[in-house]
């Protein structure tokens, strides 16, 4: 068997990344963060594990990966989100299009989807 054990992100300001997404998604350091690494975890129960890594480049506008956030008030997310620092993507969207596209303060995309109860029951389940 085998699993997701963390999703590397590549940032340019690790110190704004690890304050940006411990707020974002609830998580805290699993230790104290190096000068090029970090390591987020679930502030309560289980979960996927979130890896910063400092990088040289600045982020792809087309990137070939990118996180899903689930959420149960996708607006109030999104506002939330924009609140922490993460900032809107010009995209065009498809008609009932179920996500809004973000970018974080280095830039890396990411989407907050519109999921109503399967957002905590997922939760639940990590």
């Not at 065009?92 to 905590?120: H, I, M, Q, S």
Request: aromatic share 8%; hydrophobic share 40%.
């Amino acid at each position: 068997m085998i699993r997701i054990g963390s999703i590397v992100w590549g940032v340019r300001d690790l110190p704004r990344a690890v304050a940006f997404w411990t707020a974002a998604l609830g998580y805290r350091p699993r230790y104290e963060p190096d000068v090029d690494w970090a390591l987020l975890e679930p502030a309560e129960g289980r979960g996927v594990q979130l890896a910063l890594k400092l990088v040289g480049s600045e982020a792809n506008p087309s990137p070939r990966h990118h996180l899903d956030l689930y959420a149960s008030d996708q607006a109030a997310e999104v506002e939330r989100l924009r609140g922490l620092g993460a900032s809107e993507v010009e995209w065009e969207y498809e008609e009932g299009a179920d996500y809004v596209v973000l970018a974080d303060p280095d830039g890396n995309r990411f989407c907050v989807v519109e999921a109503g109860e399967k957002a905590g029951e997922q939760a639940a389940q990590q």
